[in-house]
């Protein structure tokens, strides 16, 4: 019979989000610290963190720890310097991501680069050391927030979501010993939310939540432990139902829903 998964409370440590300074890690930082959570919030902005900071209503609070996620022994001493000042990191949310969209007529590296370092490597240079540390604590919680752009290939996403299925993948691999070692594994794959990366996106984004909704559910599903913590369910469900469909259906069937069929090659 498997374990129950541990689900961390603000009695069992502090939470760490990457990604703070807007959209969705700033959201969830809020609703974490409205439920009792200690939060050290990550990201490149400093301004934009000790605003969230200053803005928390407890009864938790908000702490800001400004780093470069793409900085692996930066995060590894940012963790280090969290635990001595804040105490155990019980829980995190790794967060931080980018979305520049590729055209596959003028394909740059510096686009596939930027993509990688901050979605793919970022997200292992922080999952590193925070794991280290809840390893021997002999407990912890670990969200990674993918996307549904990893569950298959889509126009514009060449970069993201490779980064996206990549870090699908890694969580997958990793469940079976973090299982064993007391650490709860999961992925956030949201759909379309209404954060400064989708503000300029030129093509319509169907079942697009605001980032309050994408915050409840996110809060939610780390209370629930599940391994897979996906929204809006109408949408992310038939997504995963095309991801079973044969390529001759797929094609066709992601070019009309995109509009990609009507697009001048
Ligand atoms: N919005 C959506 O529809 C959607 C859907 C699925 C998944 N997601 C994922 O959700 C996450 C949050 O995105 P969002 O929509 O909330 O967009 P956002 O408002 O642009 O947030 C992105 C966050 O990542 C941080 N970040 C970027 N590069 C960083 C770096 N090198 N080091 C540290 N932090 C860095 C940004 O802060 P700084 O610039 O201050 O560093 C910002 O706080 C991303 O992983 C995204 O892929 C979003």
């Given at each position: ?5 541990f ?29 009792g959570?200690?939060?050290?919030v990550?990201?490149?902005r400093?301004d ?13 609070r ?12 930066g995060?590894e ?5 969290i ?7 019980a ?8 979305y ?7 394909l740059?590296?510096?686009?596939f ?9 970022g ?5 590193i050391p ?10 912890g919680?670990i969200?990674?927030?993918?996307s ?16 996206k ?5 890694l ?5 079976f010993?973090f299982?064993k070692?007391g ?6 794959a ?6 400064p990366?989708?503000a ?26 599940r391994?897979?913590?996906?929204f809006?369910r109408?949408?992310?469900?038939a997504?995963?139902v ?18 990609w069929?009507?697009?001048a090659?």
């Open positions: 019979m498997s374990k129950k998964a689900v961390a409370t603000p009695k069992d440590g502090v939470a760490w989000v990457t990604g703070a300074s807007s959209g969705i890690g700033a959201e969830v930082a809020e609703r974490l610290a409205a439920k959570f200690t939060v050290a990550t990201a490149r400093e934009e963190l000790a605003d969230l900071a200053a803005k928390a209503s407890g009864p938790g908000i702490v800001a720890y400004p780093g470069d996620v793409t900085d692996g022994p995060m001493a940012l963790v280090k310097r635990e001595a000042e804040l105490g155990p990191v829980l995190t949310l790794l967060n931080a991501g980018v520049l969209p590729v055209e596959g007529d003028a740059e590296r510096d686009n680069d930027k993509t990688f370092d901050v979605n793919l490597k997200t292992v240079n922080c999952l925070v794991a280290a540390a809840m390893r021997t604590s002999g407990r919680q969200a990674i927030v993918a549904v752009a990893g569950y298959f290939g889509l126009p514009t996403a060449a970069s993201y979501g490779a980064s299925a990549a870090l699908i993948n969580a997958e691999a990793l469940k010993d299982d070692q650490i709860t594994l999961q992925v956030i949201p759909g379309f939310v209404d954060t990366a989708t300029d996106n030129p093509f319509p984004m169907p079942f697009l939540i605001s980032v309050g909704k994408a915050g409840r559910r996110i809060v939610e599903g780390l209370e629930s432990g391994f897979e913590v996906t809006p109408k949408f992310t469900y997504l995963k095309m991801r079973i469909m044969p390529y001759w259906l797929f094609f066709p069937a992601i070019a009309k829903a995109t509009g069929n009507k697009r090659s």
